[in-house]
């Protein structure tokens, strides 16, 4: 997320989440791992088409045939045009084998949305709005949360690995922590927006949110750890920094209610997602350790009452 002008409890909240799942992330990463990554330009494009291309297409499609409030398709239109939002890092580095490639994306669609959503937003808007985008203190977030926290935990990894790999369990507990009382603090702030907006867009919201996940899980891939992870990540707008731009670009407007409550939620459904795919990957290794036992035990008895016994 964006740092905005919230209390100060609340940033700094938000400011630890982000540093210390960058710097956990970072102390599970090896040069070996940022190689083999690389190798997966196909995984990468097929996220930036969906998070890019699909989504601001279906936020367009929505905004202009369902009867919601202008100021509400406005926040539609600004949230499907600017991915990169780093919340997803809370339930994306839980999937196993993913937190790499969702660290990478957060970096890296952060970095892209300053310079791809502005030209989607100029194409998405009418023509006569004055789009303010920060692009500085962008800049400065991604480099200040994303970039260097996660720079400094490969950093401590190649030179300690041991203990990094403890440190990187406690950046973890740590960023959990920090995002669960971020949402805490916040959580007034959201439900007074989602009482000041009609019903009608709460559900225009939620089916925003649905489809976007649908689109990222169908462009994933076939792996099991690609896959939810790409739709969490694609479900996951940038609410922060298009709450920065509406503060900006629609002062005291009605927009803001809207991006708000929708920050509060994308949560759930990210939640739930992240729950079934940790319990269903957990089930799956129980049950593959139990075959090789299974198989084990089948060839010790073979040879105990094999040929000779």
Not at 99 to 117: E, H, K, P
Not at 248 to 273: C, D, H, K, R, W
Not at 286 to 309: V, Y
């Amino acid at each position: 997320m964006f740092l905005l002008e919230v209390d100060l409890l609340p940033r700094i909240a938000l400011l630890v989440f982000g540093v210390a799942a960058m710097l956990g992330v970072g102390m599970q990463t090896t040069r070996g791992d940022l190689h083999l990554l690389s190798a997966r330009r196909s995984l990468f494009l097929r996220t930036f088409l969906a998070n890019f291309v699909a989504v601001p297409m279906l936020g367009i499609l929505l905004a202009r045939t369902l009867p919601i409030r202008p100021e509400g398709a406005t926040a539609l239109l600004l949230l499907a045009c600017i991915p990169g939002g780093i919340s997803a890092l809370q339930f994306t580095t839980k999937i196993k084998g993913a937190s790499l490639f969702a660290a990478a994306c957060a970096l890296l669609m952060s970095l892209a949305a300053l310079f791809l959503s502005p030209v989607l937003l100029r194409l998405a808007l009418p023509g006569d709005v004055p789009l303010v985008i920060p692009y500085g203190r962008s800049l400065l977030w991604i480099l200040v949360v994303l970039l260097l926290p996660f720079a400094a935990g490969m950093l401590v990894r190649a030179r300690w690995e041991r203990p990094a790999e403890k440190l990187a369990k406690l950046s973890a507990a740590v960023s959990a922590l920090a995002f669960f009382v971020s949402v805490g603090l916040l959580m007034g702030r959201r439900k007074e927006a989602m009482n000041a907006i009609r019903g009608e867009a709460l559900i225009v919201s939620l089916c925003f949110i649905a489809i976007s996940m649908a689109i990222g899980w169908f462009l994933g891939g076939p792996d099991r750890e690609t896959r939810p992870a790409v739709a969490t990540i694609t479900g996951m707008r940038h609410a922060t920094l298009s709450l920065i731009i509406a503060v900006n670009t629609f002062p005291g407007g009605a927009e803001q209610n809207y991006l708000v409550a929708f920050s509060g939620l994308m949560i759930p459904p990210s939640l739930l997602l992240t729950a079934y795919t940790v319990i269903r990957s957990r089930k799956s290794r129980r049950a593959g350790k139990t075959t090789t036992d299974s198989d084990g035990d089948a060839t010790l008895q073979d040879t105990i009452g094999g040929p000779g016994t």
